[in-house]
């Protein structure tokens, strides 16, 4: 075994602070000589990234256990502790999903916020996170954590901060944070007060119905078309899936409040589970995870199925297609609905602001960009990562005057199925999405028309647009080694050409060039924070992102086309056979 591996297993048994079930763990890895396990769990601590951590329950530096959440959260404490007193008193408003041990390190984090005098609100049980969110705003909270790893199989586990304003931590927060992280030091060093003892000096405060009623009432009022909501609501039938997750809190009720009578939860996937027994991922990107809705609605005749992942984040939708049968519809399908939906009932009503504005990733799909500009939104691109949406929400607020922001937000989605309707959450809803996708069936029905139909109607008038995407799963070192080979490849000796047509540009993100793939001159230049990202620009305007994923070991490639959208069966198949063409190209 590595020196520094042996040294770095020594040093976690010969930790006092170290209960000794947690050393036990460890000790039976040794006596089966299992060295690669070893290896993967502390070659390297569990890093504090952008967001907070995430990684795969269980003993050692490089899981996700009460030590290393206890870090963590030491680290915010000492941050938050840096602010000011007003700061410490405001606190920290703390949720957890479904997963195992969310409860255990939503407990623990409080505890260490008390042990260094910090009021945690704690949640008394699961919560989604667009909740936790809210929380931070209406509690005036200095900071959130939510105990999630969102849509990961059940192995993994998480610790996501939110700063104030409810946003996950952008720069400075995040870097600041990280580095007080790691000067923790040893797991003996984090504070921690008995539970019991905190609640009895306030410092644990637990919260549950108050705030849920506020988030509800903000649901309930963020409603467009409220009429015909309340009246298709009644004769529209819905399948809703929670994947074994938070969603089941909040979801049925907003619905319900909306004015939808008939709302079916799938009764294998309503109780909230860690192990997600009945889908191998809890990911509603995965269409698989929509089967077990799918198969109720063609029973009980449903109009559509719409699922949420473990923390009630992301939303999927299923409608009813062609031949009556079911159709899966992508994260930048349902945004592009959305987006006109807004656009239009606004628009409609003649409440459309003049300085509208609708943000997405760089990474997401034009079909909702181009009909947002349709209106005479501002369009404003962001980095991957929903955290960006919510913070150029809150960059409008801070150029702007009281009640006043610098420009009027609409809409913010991202192309993995996260959308964000309403300026009361600061990151990705599946609540008040799945509200709004209710509303959006509403809306199609009063003109006879299926959510499908809605579909192929703005296909027609805006063209044909489709996305593909491809994953390449890395784990341990190796694969974050062989990650970071292929960007530095992609970047130093870009193809000419792809799927045989010639590359025309070729941006970098991590410096914000953009280059003729041809010359290698500097043709243009992003104005956004350094990231790891190539963006490949073809000649027919095809476009090709490689990013590795800030929360997997991943590397994932994105393609992006478009064409005429009078005939959808041949556009359909055409775009297919480019992405595909596309995708082995680029990650081979």
Known sequence: MDASIASAVKSWLDEPAIAEADKKEIRELQAAGSER??????????EFGTAGLRGIIGAGLNRMNIYTVGA???GLANYIAQQGEAARRAGVAIACDSRRKSDVFAERTAAVLAGNGITAYLFEALRPTPELSYAVRHLNCTAGVVVTASHNPPAYNGFKVYWTGGVPIVPPHDKR??????????FGNIKVMPVAEAKAKGLIRVIGREVDEAFLAEVHASCLSPEISRQQGKNLKIVYTPLHGTGITLVPEALKRRGFEKVIVVPEQGKPDGEFPTVEYPNPEEGAALTLGIELAKREGADLVIGTDPDADRVGVAVRGPGNQFEL???NQIAAMLTWHICETLTRSGRFPKNAAMITTIVSGDMMKDIARSYGAEVIEVLTGFKWIGDQVMQFDAAGSPGKPSKTYIFGAEESYGYMPCTYTRDKDAVTSTAYVADLAAVAAAQG????????????????????AKSLTLPGKDGADRI?????????????????????????????????????????????PPSDVVFLT?????????????????????????????????????????IQAVIADVAK
């Open 484 to 528: 970071k080979a292929m960007m530095q490849k992609l970047r130093t000796r870009p193809p000419e050409r792809v799927a045989g047509v010639p590359v025309r540009t070729v941006a970098d993100l991590a410096t914000g060039e953009i280059r003729d793939a041809r010359t290698g001159k500097v043709v243009g230049q992003y104005n956004l």
């Open 72 to 74: 963590a959260a030491q």
């Open 329 to 331: 519809i992508t994260g």
């Open 37 to 46: 396990e070893l290896t993967d769990r502390f070659y390297r601590e569990l």
């Open 538 to 578: 073809l000649d027919d305007g095809t476009k090709a992102i490689a990013r590795p994923s800030g929360t997997e070991p991943k590397i994932k490639f994105y393609v992006l086309t478009k064409g005429p959208g009078d005939n959808i069966a041949q556009a359909r198949e055409n775009a297919t056979a480019k």
């Open 177 to 186: 944070i990280s580095e007080e992280v790691r000067r923790v030091g040893g």
């Open 449 to 468: 028309k299926t959510l499908y139909d809605l579909l192929l109607d703005l296909y027609r008038r805006y063209g044909y647009y489709q996305e593909g």
